[in-house]
């Protein structure tokens, strides 16, 4: 009898955040592939915990933080002695390290990274970036893979550890579900999508520095005073009283909106108008890629990184540089004339549907298996 392989994946559900979802999403599709999947909680909070498959082995941590669950982690090498395990995000993959180092185990440990680190780091103080640098080139050279969810993250990795570019494999996130695509198609209760109302230019994210939503409101106050038009954020975070206040000292409190956290933000997006992403950073962007998935035309700053990838450099949809409010409002102006075709924004993110990610994860986890889905 052929034994299965057993994958361990170790992740913090925390909140709301994008990578709950991604690890949610890859879980669903794993979960299908004839492997043992054990995944181990050091949090279980948010929307995107009910989405772990119920044929998964859930392992509640009894410990609350990263740091604190390495002697739980190595009790479970120790015990289980998974094929391969991975580690999700910088916190994750230092505490499964040292695990494997406490339980003097060979457990392959591969790590996934869905942030530009550098530039996520940027205006923190030299000390925390030399400190946070550091460790990534004690650690991560450990690693059997990092996974960067888009080129960018990959060379940034490279460039701050000196790995080699065969440590670090690229594998699209797992952002198009079936799930996603039907949700799409559900109505949206707000007025503002009624039939013959002004086209709407939509944001999705949390409300923080990382998004820059101050920016596309000041270009969304230039492209108003061209032709009628309505603004959308959907998120919550830190920054909503300040977009409210600027809103109201840019003359568009009328035509801008932000009605918080939405459960089903691609409805929203397969309405609107144009999808626009202003981050100064990102790793790989889930809601860029999620509109192009919906055949929805964006715009998007050609932030570090995941957009000029999705975008090929700007021919699948146009890319400006961050912060500028000019470039942004006329990219947003000329792609509500001219919209592009849909089936090319669709087929762009190809690589990005949930199984092809499933797959390639598994290819880069080292797990030989026969399964349709590996590696298409």
């Keep these: 009898m052929v034994m299965r392989p057993k994958l361990a994946i170790l992740v913090s559900f925390s909140g709301q955040g994008g990578v709950e979802r991604m690890i949610a999403n890859l879980s669903q599709s794993l979960a299908m592939a004839p492997i043992d999947l054990d995944i181990l909680l050091i949090k ?13 082995n ?49 457990t392959p440990i591969s790590g996934r990274l869905g942030t530009t680190v550098s530039a996520a780091l940027a205006s923190k103080s030299p000390r925390r970036r030399a400190r946070w640098f550091s460790t990534m080139r004690r650690y991560y050279p ?39 695509l039907s949700n799409a198609t559900l109505p949206v209760e707000h007025p503002w999508f009624a039939e013959n109302a002004p086209p709407v230019v939509l944001g999705v994210g949390r409300l923080t520095e990382q998004k820059d939503f101050p920016t596309l409101l000041r270009a969304f ?37 932000l009605p918080g ?39 998007s700053t050609d932030c570090p990184s995941g957009p000029r990838e999705l975008l090929s450099g700007g021919d699948i949809a146009p890319l ?27 087929h762009a993110v190809k690589d990005y549907h949930q199984d092809v990610s499933a797959g390639r994860y598994l290819d880069a986890l080292g797990l030989a298996i026969d399964w349709p889905h590996r590696g298409q």
Excluded: C
């Design 142 to 180: 450990k690693l059997h893979q990092l996974i960067a969810v888009s080129q960018g993250v990959a060379d940034d990795v490279i460039t701050i550890t000196g790995m080699s570019d065969t440590q670090v494999t690229v594998v699209r996130n797992p952002t198009v579900t079936p799930a996603m």
């Design 58 to 106: 859930v392992i509640h941590l009894r410990a609350r933080h990263t740091a604190t669950s390495i002697f739980e982690v190595a009790r479970y090498l120790r015990r289980e002695k998974p094929d391969a395990l991975l580690a999700v995000k910088h916190r994750g993959i230092i505490a499964a390290l040292q695990a494997r180092t406490l339980a003097r185990t060979s």
């Design 261 to 299: 956290f939405a459960e089903n933000p691609w409805a929203w997006m397969h309405r609107a108008a144009v999808f626009v992403l202003s981050s100064r950073w990102e790793g790989s962007p889930n809601t860029l890629t999620e509109a192009l998935a919906l055949g929805t035309p964006v715009v």
């Design 44 to 56: 279980a909070k948010g929307p995107h915990v009910a989405a772990l498959p119920d044929n998964a």
């Design 320 to 346: 400006v540089p961050m912060g500028d409010v000019a470039a942004l409002s006329e990219a947003i102006l000329s792609t509500l004339s001219n919209p592009p075709e849909a089936a090319t924004l669709i």
């Design 221 to 257: 106050s230039e492209v108003v005073t061209r032709r009628d038009a309505r603004l959308i954020i959907l998120g919550e975070g830190q920054l909503r009283e300040t977009l409210l206040e600027q809103a109201q000292q840019l003359g568009i409190a009328d035509k801008m909106a």
